[in-house]
């Protein structure tokens, strides 16, 4: 065990080059296989300092920004396009298409002002009526957008998207050319963030009355970003040109960004050593100390508005009862997990909303968090045995979790850490979408999930669990105080009052715990220590507008 | 001849139906819908996603519907890549994984026949049981092993090819020698289990007997017996290799259609999955075809019969 251990890590860490100079082959296969070294490694750095090479974590589904579903498809539609809000290299909103805007008292009515003479990238003239076109897209049914309920708060939004009203009722309207007004039906602070999502952007009517679906492939697309398309071959690379006719073209150091698909993270770390790409999304917790012997400063990990966690299916004993629900989260050693299987200085979860989310603060931290975690397990076994779980009568739960390594060694892990409370864990895997859709249609008892941002407002964790949210709870999980608390938060527009009625929502959330948060993840980054204008942040969101090479 | 040719193209169309309705159905008895991803999705918007692509209809009228496609030559819009028919996104891949996987044939027939002549000539010989080692490691060696292997050695050790990528020739040396390993491992042991068992047949005797040199022996009577194996076997092998491999294409970012039969089987991208396996199935059946009527020229014994 501990020799295929090595012989792995050396596979992946590869030193084949111990000390810049070359081996012969067979001299590096041993070296590989038997490597000791982790020194440093010199990467070529790019010649042309007009041109990035990104690394995509998977193939662009689709460059139309309503049928977006996916980060991979968010990150190029992020350089083609741009909505009345963009985000600055921090991830924070900053005016896009918009020039300025303002906000009734009551929240509810947002009036954004166009830049003046916005063209399309084949310089047709954009507008406000593009918008509300595009807004109307995204709701309407035959779009079947998969983010049409990030406007649900909007006029009109929620009928619209059910076929119940036709799309003009949607509370977006042009006031003249360079004026937009969107009506909210309860106050959103957090608009803007969401202002600068995929799915939010405007889409080209001209182009797509002449396309129809066609419209988003190579050679049609018509876009308002930083950049536009100039060819993309599948699964192998999207060229992109500097766009011209951007408002802020001036400003945009790089002429030319292609992005690779790399869905093998092992591949993609090689092309990054090789000198062959310059950003790499992502990489294995596994190999973060190695990278980061190897490669210093360019390995970057921070923190990201995801959080992983095990649901439980509160329909179904012995998980009905949330006093087990809580003993079974209070006896997690979350430190642990992290420590020995994460390995990238994640941050505990004992919540659902990640740590500074939007304006929410730090995470909410039931009081059992800061205690020793003997007393945890002494509290947890007290609880347990109430409803007759002990040591010695031993019950039998299935853990289903969609098939990784990783997922597994936790679900291992943690059955180690019950099995001292009289609870068996049993593992079940399944691939992607048999798992999700065991849980969707509540054929589990206790289950693996995790929940990204879409953009950084607590809501926009806290509605999954609302006893409304059909196909999104997975826990089934019911308590109208909770629901009460959750309207009376997004119904609020003063953001103090807000932010405190989504605690004590969140309070009563974790007080059930139909969830069993464990940890937040982090973003993975390699980045060339020549490039400019990369910053960690937590949406992950890096626009290649802001990108260049130092000289 | 034309017969033959006839009669087996006619039994491809049943051959063909049989497999299309069986996948067809055997994707929608899976448990998991092309819309159970990571990323949940509400009710609402999941139900117009179905509507979109017709899974709120029974399944008979869907399985209608798509075969009414296939006979037009359209396999419908893919789940997955949501702008893109999958008869589009196969035109665009085939090429690739056609000039990948028929180089690596080619490769693996030039270097397995070499390997395999030189262990037979050379039977128990030390080059011989060098030679079949070597194969043997070719075959137990997997893909994703050997596959990283050579970009570290080759690419990120001695720079001499691209990690990965697509565009040049030099991008194609190491996925090409990479899949054809575990093919010229087994072509050169089948090469060798041929040659040597024709060795002893009586008209190898005769030849020997009328003082044929050992070199005509070999290229003009022993070879196009011992081969046939060979043959029967690169039929339906190369029909896997041309129609790509998802590991060699994933490793080295080749954009061909090998990953979509994963990628689409896992995403339950169902008219993806149904578009390659039509396009495998039609290989397999056309690649067989082929090797019947290889075997036939190479046989005497068949050529009166046909």
């Not at chain 1, 099995?419 to 999700?436: Q, W």
């Not at chain 1, 709870?473 to 909770?482: A, E, F, G, Q």
């Not at chain 2, 040719?5 to 819908?33: C, E, K, Q, V």
Request: proline fraction near 7%.
């Amino acid at each position: 065990m501990a020799i295929w251990r090595v012989s792995l890590a050396g596979l992946f860490t590869g030193s084949a080059l111990c000390n810049g100079k070359p081996m012969r082959p067979l001299l590096i296969c041993f070296a590989i296989f038997f490597s000791g070294c982790g020194g440093p490694i010199d990467r070529p750095a790019r010649e042309d300092k007009t041109h990035i090479v990104r690394v995509n974590d998977d193939e662009v589904r689709t460059l139309d920004p309503h049928k977006v579903s996916i980060v991979t498809d968010g990150r190029v539609v992020g350089d083609l396009f741009q909505g009345l809000i963009d985000l600055d290299v921090s991830g924070r909103p900053i005016p896009g298409q918009a020039q300025s805007w303002s906000v009734s008292d009551d929240g509810l009515t947002w009036v954004f002002i166009l830049r003046p003479d916005l063209v399309w990238s084949d310089a047709t003239p954009l507008s406000a009526e593009d918008f509300v076109y595009s807004f109307r897209r995204l709701v309407l049914p035959a779009t079947a957008a998969p983010y049409a309920n990030l406007v649900n708060g909007w006029v009109g939004a929620r009928a619209i998207l059910k076929g119940e009203a036709p799309a003009e009722r949607l509370g977006v309207t042009a006031l003249d050319s360079q004026t937009l007004e969107i009506q909210l039906i309860r106050p959103e602070p957090a608009l803007l963030n969401m202002l600068a999502y995929a799915a939010l952007v405007p889409v080209p009517r001209h182009v797509i009355a002449k396309h129809g679906d066609a419209w988003s492939r190579p050679g049609t697309l018509i876009g308002n970003g930083a950049y536009t398309l100039s060819s993309w071959r599948r699964q192998a690379s999207m060229e992109m040109v500097k766009n011209r006719r951007f408002h802020a073209a001036d400003s945009v150091a790089l002429d030319r960004v292609t992005y690779v698909p790399i869905s093998d993270e092992m591949a993609a770390v090689r092309q990054f050593r090789a000198g062959e790409v310059d950003i790499v999304p992502d990489f294995p917790g596994t190999m973060a100390a190695v990278l980061e012997q190897q490669l210093g400063d360019q390995v970057h990990i921070g923190p990201y508005l995801t959080t992983f966690y095990w649901v439980f299916n509160t329909t179904k004993p012995p998980f009905d009862s949330p006093a087990v629900r809580r003993a079974l989260s209070m006896s997690v050693d979350r430190e642990a997990i992290i420590k020995s299987i994460m390995r990238t200085g994640n941050a505990p979860a004992y919540a659902m909303v990640p740590p500074d989310t939007g304006s929410y603060g730090p995470a909410h931290l039931p009081d059992w968090a800061s205690w020793p975690l003997e007393a945890r397990r002494t509290e947890a076994k007290r609880l347990l045995e109430a409803v007759g779980i002990t040591p010695a009568s031993r019950l039998e739960v299935v853990h289903r979790y969609n098939t990784s390594d990783t997922y597994q060694r936790i679900a291992l892990a943690i059955g180690q850490m019950w099995a001292e409370l009289g609870v068996d864990l049993v593992l079940f895997n399944s691939e992607t979408a048999v798992h999700y859709a065991a849980l969707r249609s509540g054929d589990y008892v206790l289950g693996r999930a995790g929940w990204a941002a879409d953009y950084a407002a607590p809501e926009n964790f806290l509605f999954v669990f609302a006893s409304a949210s059909k196909g999104l709870n997975y826990p089934r999980y019911r308590n109208p105080r909770y629901d009460e608390l959750l309207d009376a938060a997004v119904s609020e527009s003063d953001v103090p009052t807000r932010m405190a009625l989504m605690r004590q929502a969140e309070a009563i959330l974790i007080e059930d715990s139909p969830i069993l948060p464990i940890f937040y993840y982090v973003s993975k980054y390699l980045v060339a220590d020549d490039v400019t204008g990369w910053s960690p942040n937590v949406l992950s969101a890096h626009r290649s507008r802001w990108l260049g090479f130092a000289p | 001849m034309i017969g033959v040719l006839a009669s087996r193209l006619l039994w491809a169309i049943p051959t063909m139906l049989a497999i299309i309705t069986l996948a067809f159905f055997m994707m929608r008895i899976a448990p998991g819908g092309p819309f159970d991803g990571e990323r949940a999705m509400t009710a609402e918007v999941k139900a117009n996603l179905e509507r979109a692509y017709k899974l709120d209809k029974p399944v008979y009228v869907q399985y209608g519907h798509y075969l009414a496609g296939v006979v037009q030559g359209d396999f419908g819009p893919s789940f997955q890549y949501r702008d893109q028919s999958v008869s589009g996104l196969i035109r665009q891949g085939l090429g690739p994984s056609l000039l990948v996987g028929g180089l690596a044939v080619s490769l693996a027939f030039v270097m397995g026949m070499a390997l395999g002549i030189t262990a037979a000539t050379h039977q128990g010989g030390v080059v011989d049981r060098l030679t079949m080692a070597l194969a043997s490691l070719g075959l137990a060696l997997p893909s994703f092993v050997i596959a990283p292997l050579l970009a570290l050695a080759f690419g990120v050790g001695l720079r001499l090819f691209p990690v990965a990528g697509w565009g040049t020739a030099a991008h194609l040396a190491l996925p090409v020698f990479a899949l054809s390993i575990p093919y010229a491992a087994s072509i050169a042991r089948l090469t060798r289990g041929g040659i040597l068992a024709t060795t002893s047949a009586p008209f190898v005797r005769t030849a020997r007997a009328k003082n044929v040199s050992p070199a005509r022996i070999l290229w003009r009577h022993i070879l196009p017996q011992a081969i046939m194996p060979v043959v029967s076997y690169l039929g339906p092998s190369a029909a896997g290799v041309l129609t790509g491999s998802v590991v060699i294409e994933t490793i080295f970012q080749i954009p061909g259609i090998g990953r979509y039969f994963v990628q689409g089987a896992l995403n339950r991208d169902f008219t993806l999955v149904m578009g390659v396996v039509i396009v495998y199935a039609a290989m397999i059946i056309v690649f067989n075809l082929l090797v019947d009527l290889v075997l036939q020229r190479l046989d005497p014994r068949t050529r009166s019969t046909a």
